[in-house]
């Protein structure tokens, strides 16, 4: 049992006096051999002789732990006994485990502070809940940096690199993201109310329950985002261009449908193709005459 301190109240001596002394009076602690060891675990608890319980630690080299066999102790006398060896026990195990892990946790204590905090060190700058209107942080290396909950009004993102930044529950009204990358960002609760994203790059971005109302999204990348449902159809009415960075068709990007399927989605469409004067008179002439 290399695991078993050689000394103190979680030892086997330790153990086994604790369970089978009626009254102990400990100053220490030896690991018993593998003899001692087998005769403790065969001896009969019920034994009457309670002082043999402890006879292979007692009879070792110095005497460290002696134990006697006494009148039996009232009920509340063990009860109280019983508690003041489970007190000892967990001092002494909590003094052990100070002197063994005590260097090893300084050092983890030293590496912690020498690596700093997940924000406020590289490019994660530290922004949550702060008010930040107008701001400019325009070309940028922002990534991983916290925005969560900042007021973010008229603020200028543009050409930054926000790659995996928090935005969460940002207030981004009319700011502008214009060929920022915005991919793996977390913009979930966002207002990005007319906020400029022309060919930004949201790829894995996740905007759920954010509103995008009015925003330019020309030639913004949205492969594999998280975009609401009615936010989806709100942006698919406008959504054009190609990412100049990626590639990506904005609308195949953001799951629409072909922009000529869209317009002739119905007759009432504006946008959709309308008939000429020539079918509207075919069109009439085949209406019945109820007055001349």
Known sequence: LPFIPRCGPLSPCGLLTIHFCEKL????????????MASLMSMNVNSRSMA????????????????????????????NSVF??????????????????????ADLNRFEYNAGSEFGSGSAQQWGEADIEGKDFSNQDLRRSNFTSANCRH??????????????????YQANFEDANLSDVLMDRAVLNEANLKNAVL?????????????????????????????????????????????????KSLGCGSARRFRASSPSNPDGPQPS?????????TMPVYRQ
């Not at 043999?52 to 009860?79: E, F, G, I, T, W």
């Not at 759920?208 to 936010?231: H, M, P, W």
Request: one cysteine or more; aromatic letters at 6%.
């Open 203 to 251: 790829a894995r971005a996740v905007l759920t329950r954010s509103d995008l109302g009015g925003a330019n999204v020309e030639g913004a990348d949205f492969t594999n985002a998280l975009v609401d449902k009615t936010q989806q159809l709100a942006l698919c009415r406008y959504a054009s261009g190609v990412n100049p960075v990626t590639g990506a068709d904005t609308r």
């Open 84 to 105: 003041a060896r489970i007190g000892k026990a967990g001092v002494a195990l909590a003094s052990a485990a100070l002197l063994v892990a005590g260097p090893a946790v």
């Open 155 to 172: 603020t200028n993102f543009k050409g930054s690199n926000l790659q995996g930044a928090y935005f969460i529950k940002a207030v981004t």
């Open 52 to 79: 043999k319980a402890c006879s292979p630690c007692a009879s070792r080299q110095r005497l460290v732990v002696s134990c006697s066999a006494s009148k039996k102790p009232s009920s509340v006398d063990s009860d």
């Open 277 to 285: 004067e020539e079918e509207k008179d075919v069109f009439r002439s």
């Open 25 to 36: 009076h400990i100053t220490g602690y030896l690991l018993p051999t593998r003899a001692e």
